[in-house]
């Protein structure tokens, strides 16, 4: 246990994996913290004169799962393993770290999902009592190599940290509930990683990143006059060398974390469009990129989700992904998508090749890609698409790799370089050598029992093998009299003998010589197999990413062929023009009705669109839809519609639903304060704005005139109103049409059959005249007495009518004086009935035809 002490005292804040033979151990506290989580029994180990001590452990071939429970859990795990053979060891086993797991540095695909990145984040905060309030943040996909770093507003940090969805964030621990108020609420559950305050200092980073980089200065990464950005790289940097205990040669690039040519989406507008997570448990199912993804590839899938979450703002290159799109569209580039879909995951297995952690199925799988490529070359290079040609473009030639490859890895390699089969045969002839030896062993043996078995006269002498005594000669007890006396006995069982002759013992120690020679060279081979990969990693990169763009652009031009998408027409203006747009999702979905296409016009005479109607009619389905369209185009995605102009907008903001954040004591009408006034504060004039039920949060004039006075501000922005839809059932904020230059009315259309009411799911210019509240409340299955009431009551509401705009009148209902004398009853037309029915002069049947009848009414 001293070594295990000593091992411990070094990672105090991590689950120790302590290998024994072919199991990993847990002791003490780490043992107690992680059975529950694993799900394994917790028991104790004498611990000489001290106390006993709590253990708990699983087989080393099952760590794999029982390490992502841990991860999961948000646990780092440091893996302790033997790094001496057991046999040639001279008292206790050499130990050591080999790596350390956290949620942050997963790198085996078992531990991953595949289509979304897993980012490291590092935010070095600005010194206390800074004026200027900025923060740096770097992030690092150590499974992609993917490595970005930049400065932000300190109030943009929350927006940024959503946006990457990371699964572990660093920062310096005496700071740490500073950070944790920036963290989004759906990132709670990240582990937050608290570092020294010196592992954050600008001058220690510069040092790590020039380092890793081989460079002088800084300056070409653009990060030489952003010491936050530099501190925060280098805290991330070093925290995953000080992790994996290996070189990163995957890492190769350091990009400038800025949204120049993209458009920013607040956490509010990802969640109320429900472009990547759906509710509050994050569903993937329902959201825009369920419908819309149809990548062959983990790579291609990451792609995806990192431009919805990125659309760009520059219509030139959203044009070059529209023309790659409409190529694929059109056909060309047909056979991409087929082999598309056999090629690997290369990013991932870029990484663990460069960490020394690939498997011979990675070096498989990266062989089987490699085939794929000249066909797939042939497939795309005669397509007209500077975006693509620079992707290929840009591809060193591989085929020295291919040819290491092909001649070195077995047809079918095991899944661990321990095992044996590796390598291929023919590619080492001492390898041969020593598998023939092997071979030629196992034939040894079975003729030496043959010639025994005749020389002795024992029929039913036997030759065997396991591991405490080597080769045996096993004799049954009624031959025993029949054993020559050359026979040495080795052991003496109930039923049985042992034996060894000089002759076998001479041919044991040949043959295991052979299979310990053999194992260990080709273990040695696999790692210089590794080595000749890892020299061209960059290369390997490059394909990756053109793989992964490909895929893409090819899965945009197949949702657009099964969806009946368009090409849009994306330019400068601010204007925004639709026809018979449709909702991505609901469009796609199994619906009992058929989805309602409709159309849009935002231009300069009208900016400002406020729509009424029922409820349950379609006013916020209508608003994410014009939402979604916009980010599609500007994403370089075809679209839902019949036609489409959209006019690049720089930000999409959203005030739809409703929503409460209990732990920082917000409630539903504080968060939708908060998230208005985001977007009054920064919404400009080439914002799309979707406004949806403003003040509904409070009492009835307070929100009408928040509501009211919003309007007018959005309106009369400096710089100019925004591109704004504002559904709601103030039907006064209609009167603002009239007064306000830019602003017009839409209604969703219904069309009433008695009491019944049908939603036509049109949006027509024009006015509501009634919300159908209390219809929808039937549908909902409010029992009818209270309906009632609700119609007497509102009766009584609408009595008194607005005045000028902005006024009530005097005379309008005062729900907080004495109660009023009760409201007459409505008529009913079935009371009126019989009291005008003389029963006297009814017949037997025509008393049972009303009440037949009656019955129907009721029903209906």
């Not at 040092?207 to 081989?214: A, I, P, T």
């Not at 025994?452 to 080597?470: D, M, P």
């Amino acid at each position: 246990m001293r070594q295990y002490g000593r091992i411990k005292a070094r990672h105090p804040d991590d689950i120790l994996l302590f290998r024994m033979g072919d199991f990993y151990e847990m002791f003490g506290r780490d043992a107690v913290k992680a059975a529950p989580v694993l799900g394994i029994a917790l028991t104790k180990r004498a611990n000489g004169k001290a106390a006993d001590i709590a253990l708990a452990g699983f087989p080393h071939h099952a760590s794999v799962g029982y390490i992502k429970k841990l991860v999961d859990h948000g646990l780092r795990v440091a893996v302790c393993d033997q790094v001496e053979d057991p046999k040639l060891a001279k008292g206790i086993v050499k130990r050591e770290v080999t790596e350390v797991i956290t949620p942050g540095t997963l790198v085996s695909d078992e531990l991953l999902g595949g289509a979304q990145n897993n980012f490291l984040v590092a935010v070095a905060l600005p010194p206390e009592g800074r004026s200027r309030k900025i923060a740096g943040l770097a992030r690092i996909d150590l499974s992609t190599g993917e490595f970005h770093a930049g400065e932000l507003p300190l109030d943009e940090l929350e927006e940024e940290l959503g946006r990457d969805g990371p699964g572990e964030i660093l920062g310096d621990r005496d700071r740490i509930d500073e950070i944790r108020r920036h963290v989004p609420p759906e990132l709670r559950a990240v582990p937050l990683s608290g570092r020294d305050g010196w592992e954050l200092e600008s001058g220690r980073g510069g040092d790590l990143l020039r380092e890793h980089f081989g460079t002088a200065t800084l300056a070409g990464f653009g990060l030489e006059d952003r010491p936050l950005a530099i501190a925060a790289a280098g805290a991330a940097l070093g925290y995953v060398r000080e992790s994996r205990r290996s070189a990163l040669p995957h890492i190769s690039e350091l990009r400038l974390l800025h949204r120049g040519g993209t458009m920013l989406l607040d956490a509010q507008t990802r969640r109320n469009l429900e472009l990547t997570a759906r509710g509050e448990e994050g569903s993937r199912e329902g959201t825009l990129l369920s419908i819309i993804d149809r990548t062959a590839t983990a790579a291609g899938a990451r792609r995806l989700r990192s431009w919805l979450l990125e659309p760009l703002t520059e219509p030139a290159r959203i044009h070059a992904r529209q023309l790659a799109v409409q190529l694929f569209f059109d056909g060309q580039g047909a056979g991409a998508s087929e082999l598309l879909s056999g090629t690997a995951d290369l990013e991932r297995i870029a990484a663990r090749i460069g960490l020394r952690r690939a498997s011979p199925r990675d070096l498989a799988a990266l062989r089987e890609t490699l085939r794929i490529v000249p066909a797939l070359r042939s497939e795309l290079s005669p397509m007209d698409s500077p975006l693509l040609r620079d992707a290929l473009d840009e591809i060193p030639d591989l085929g020295e790799i291919g040819d290491l490859l092909e001649r070195a890895l077995s047809s079918e390699p095991p899944a661990r370089a321990t095992d044996p089969g590796v390598i291929a045969s023919g590619f080492s002839e001492e390898l041969d050598r020593l598998r023939g030896s092997e071979r030629d062993g196992k034939r040894w043996v079975a003729e030496l029992a043959e010639r025994e078995c005749a020389e002795t006269g024992i029929a039913s002498l036997k030759v065997k093998f396991n591991r405490v005594f080597g080769y045996f000669i096993e004799v049954t007890r009624p031959n025993l009299h029949l054993v020559p006396e050359r026979y040495v006995r080795k052991q003496t069982m109930a039923t049985a003998e042992r034996f060894i002759t000089p002759e076998l013992k001479e041919l044991e120690e040949r043959l295991l010589h052979a299979e310990e020679r053999a194992a260990a060279l080709e273990a040695r081979l696999f790692d210089e197999l590794i080595e000749g990969c890892a020299r061209s990693i960059t290369a390997v990169q490059k394909l990756a990413a053109a793989i992964s763009l490909a895929d893409l652009l090819s899965a945009f031009a197949r949702v657009a062929r099964e969806r009946g998408y368009i090409r849009p027409l994306v330019d400068t203006e601010e204007r925004i023009e639709i026809e018979e747009g449709r909702h991505p999702v609901l469009d796609a979905a199994e619906m009992e009705e058929s989805f309602v296409p409709n159309g849009t016009d935002l231009c300069d005479s009208r900016r400002l669109l406020l729509v009424t109607g029922p409820n349950m009619a379609g006013k916020s389905t209508y608003l994410r839809q014009v939402g979604l369209i916009v980010l599609l185009a500007q994403v370089g995605s075809f679209v839902p519609a019949q036609a489409a102009r959209i006019g690049v907008v720089d930000r999409i903001f959203t005030r739809v639903g409703t929503s409460d954040d209990l732990l920082r004591g917000r409630s539903t009408f504080l968060v939708e304060m908060v998230e208005t006034a985001s977007i009054l504060h920064n919404a400009g004039p080439r914002s799309l704005v979707l406004l949806d039920e403003i003040g509904r949060g409070t009492s009835t004039y307070d929100g009408l005139a928040l509501a009211w006075a919003i309007t007018e501000h959005l309106h009369d922005l400096r710089g100019g109103c925004p591109l704004t839809l504002f559904a709601t059932h103030y039907h006064e904020l209609t009167e603002l049409a009239a007064s306000l230059e830019k602003a017009d009315n839409l209604t969703t259309k219904v069309r009433e059959k008695g009491e019944e009411v049908v939603f036509l799911r049109r949006i027509e210019p024009g006015v509501a005249d009634r919300s159908y509240g209390i219809h929808v409340a039937r549908m909902a299955g409010i029992p009818r007495e209270v309906l009632r009431r609700a119609r007497q009551v509102l009766a009584g509401l609408e009595a008194p009518r607005r005045g000028p705009a902005g006024r009530l009148d005097a005379n309008q209902m005062d729900l907080f004086s004495a109660p009023a004398p009760p409201l007459e009853p409505e008529p009913d037309p079935l009371i009126d009935e019989i009291r005008a029915i003389d029963a006297d002069e009814l017949t037997p049947r025509q008393a049972l035809d009303l009440l037949y009848r009656w019955s129907e009414e009721a029903k209906c």
